[in-house]
Each structure stands twice: as C-alpha cells, then as structure tokens.
C-alpha cells in the first residue's frame, strides 16, 4: 500500500530532490510526502464546509418545519469536529527527541494511502448530503428525517474511521 504511493512521490522528483534526498537521507521524498497528503487534506476541509453549509440550511428549516430529533444536530456536532480534525491533523513531523518516535516514508506513504480512502468515504458523505438536500428542496420532510438518523451514523462511523489515522503513522509497537 505504502511503497506505491512512495514509488510515484519518488517518480515526479526531480534531479535537484535526488540529490537533495541523498544529502539528507531521504527528508525531501518526506517532504513531498507531507505536503501532497497537506493538500489533499485541504480540499476535504473545504468539502466539509460546503456540506456543513448545507446541512445547516436543511437544519434551520427543520426547526422551522417543527421537525425535532436529535439527528441533525448530530450531524452537524460531529461534522463540525471531524472537520477540525481533518483540518488539523497531525502531518507527520517528529522531532529528534520525540518519545513516539522517528515517523519514516513508509509510515508517511501509508498515512497519504489512508487519507486517499478516506475520500472515498467522505465523497459518499456528500451524495447523502445532496441528496437530503433535494429533498429539502422537494419539501419532502419525511425523506429528510429519515436521511437524518442515516447521515447521523454515517458521519460517526466516518468519525470513528478517522480516530484510526495516527496508527497508521505509528504502529502500535514497544
């Protein structure tokens, strides 16, 4: 899983990143590794926001609507701080005395790998919330609650997913 994706960082460097990985045993390839898996990161931050958006347009008609349950404030609780994880994850730096240990290109590759399948995921997330979306739209409140208690344990299962991040970086290991 790792070596793949650490064989195509390693095919679009150029001359000047060999020699730099040569000097530094391998700290550009790191590098390289870490800003691909920053900028893929991003553009799920940015996705979160835009259904965050809207699912807090289905919410406040729903309210309106006099719909109540738990489920869309649920979705939008978990949403909101799997979001800031996404955002603020961990990008794979180790310092010289850092008690978790030294973070290799394998462990980084393997951590790009997850948060690449992590899309997946979260791109289905995005269908469900388009269409409640529609739904809303439609003023069919019956769909749109039962796409609620849907969504609700999608997101914590994509949560949940989420937690497991840091063992790919770092394997549980004595």
Same mark, same amino acid.
């Given at each position: 899983?790792?070596?793949?994706?650490?064989?195509k960082?390693?095919?679009?460097q150029?001359? =000047?990143s060999? &020699?730099q @990985?040569?000097?530094?045993?391998? +700290?550009?390839?790191k590098e390289?590794?870490?800003?691909?898996?920053?900028a893929?990161?991003?553009?799920?931050?940015?996705?979160?926001?835009?259904?965050?958006?809207? =699912?807090?347009?289905?919410?406040l008609?729903?309210?309106?609507?006099?719909?109540?349950?738990? %489920?869309?404030?649920? !979705?939008?609780? !978990?949403m909101?701080?799997?979001?800031e994880?996404v955002?603020?994850?961990?990008?794979?730096?180790?310092? #010289?005395?850092?008690?978790?240990?030294?973070?290799?290109? /394998?462990g $980084?590759a393997?951590?790009?790998?997850?948060?690449?399948?992590?899309? *997946?995921? #979260?791109?289905?997330?995005e269908? /469900?919330?388009?269409?409640? +979306?529609?739904a809303?739209? *439609?003023? %069919? =409140? @019956?769909? &749109?609650?039962?796409k609620?208690? $849907?969504?609700?344990?999608?997101? !914590?299962?994509?949560?949940e997913?989420?937690?497991?991040?840091?063992k !790919?970086?770092?394997?549980?290991?004595?």
């Amino acid at each position: 899983m790792g070596s793949d994706t650490l064989g195509k960082i390693r095919e679009r460097q150029g001359i =000047w990143s060999k &020699v730099q @990985n040569f000097l530094t045993m391998g +700290y550009g390839t790191k590098e390289d590794i870490r800003e691909a898996d920053k900028a893929l990161r991003e553009s799920y931050y940015q996705s979160f926001k835009e259904m965050r958006q809207r =699912w807090s347009e289905i919410n406040l008609a729903a309210l309106d609507a006099g719909l109540k349950g738990d %489920d869309f404030k649920k !979705v939008m609780q !978990v949403m909101d701080r799997l979001m800031e994880k996404v955002h603020r994850a961990e990008y794979g730096y180790a310092g #010289l005395f850092d008690r978790k240990g030294k973070i290799g290109e /394998e462990g $980084l590759a393997r951590s790009l790998d997850f948060d690449k399948e992590f899309g *997946a995921s #979260l791109s289905d997330l995005e269908s /469900e919330i388009a269409e409640t +979306y529609r739904a809303y739209e *439609a003023g %069919d =409140w @019956n769909s &749109v609650s039962a796409k609620a208690k $849907l969504l609700r344990s999608k997101i !914590v299962s994509l949560d949940e997913k989420w937690n497991e991040r840091e063992k !790919v970086f770092r394997p549980i290991g004595v």
